[in-house]
């Protein structure tokens, strides 16, 4: 894939254009298992009474609102995203959750994060990380704001080891997945760039490798429904 696909300013603009059918198509595209994946990854995050989670590119924020179902009453999350279009919808669901109190929605970039050193108890990324140009730059901006000892928790797409599954797996992703996305959101384009991006992005070792370069410790990772996607966890040193 040309590098300039993944240029900020077409990745943002990109992403407020789909975004009022995003969860849409998010349940459709992956037949519903987007959620089983977003609560596996939530449940790697550290416990604790009064724990305070980054949710980087939290889009419309279903990642924000699965941590707050499964932590304690004291849990706060700060959701960020640099796609107003994705935040306008993911602050309406906040709102119509009544949960602003305890999930706050602002605007940045995950490479860089307005917030201090050891700020958070953990930070997460679902689906986002595939689209940052310097990927390794935002995966340090979050070591950097979490405390020592905390996780960083990446869900992302990776690519397929199963022979079998491979083949069908690649024609639905360039043949079948554009004309869905295309279809439901109205926007022609957009759901190309979806599957190049996913087909392109490191395998699970590979990309292990790339978070100990960023200096996160005792990485490991789980692959998810035959591999379609991977949780990988690292620690803050
Ligand atoms: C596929 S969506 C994932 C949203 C959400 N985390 C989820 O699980 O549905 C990718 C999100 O990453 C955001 N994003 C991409 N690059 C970003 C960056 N550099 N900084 C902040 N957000 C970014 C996009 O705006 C978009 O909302």
């Given at each position: 894939m040309d590098k300039s696909a993944k240029d900020p300013e077409k990745i943002r603009s990109m992403f407020s254009t789909i975004a009022p059918r995003y969860d849409l198509l998010n349940r459709v595209l992956s037949l519903g298992i987007d959620r089983q994946w977003r609560k596996f990854a939530v449940s790697q995050l550290p416990s604790g009474e009064k724990s305070l989670f980054l949710d980087v590119?939290?889009?419309?924020?279903d990642v924000a609102l699965e941590i707050i179902r499964q932590h304690s009453a004291e849990t706060r999350v700060v959701g960020v995203d640099f796609s107003e279009g994705m935040l306008k919808r993911g602050r309406e669901k906040v709102r119509e959750a009544e949960l602003e109190k305890r999930i706050e929605v602002r605007f940045a970039d995950v490479t860089a994060l307005p917030f201090d050193d050891n700020r958070f108890d953990a930070a997460i990324i679902a689906?986002?990380?595939?689209?940052?140009?310097?990927f390794k730059k935002g995966i340090m901006e979050m070591g950097r704001v979490v405390r020592s000892g905390g996780n960083v928790v990446i869900l992302e797409f990776t690519s397929i080891q199963n022979p079998f599954f491979k083949v069908p797996y690649r024609f639905y992703l360039t043949k079948v997945l554009p004309f869905i996305g295309e279809f439901i959101?109205?926007?022609?384009?957009?759901?190309?760039?979806l599957p190049s991006s996913m087909l392109e992005f490191p395998g699970p070792e590979e990309f292990k490798k790339e978070m100990e370069q960023t200096?996160?410790?005792h990485v490991l990772y789980h692959r998810l429904s035959l591999g379609i996607a991977a949780v990988h966890i690292g620690t803050v040193p």
């Open positions: 590119a939290t889009g419309t924020c689906f986002g990380i595939r689209n940052v140009q310097d959101s109205g926007k022609k384009g957009a759901y190309k760039y200096g996160l410790i």
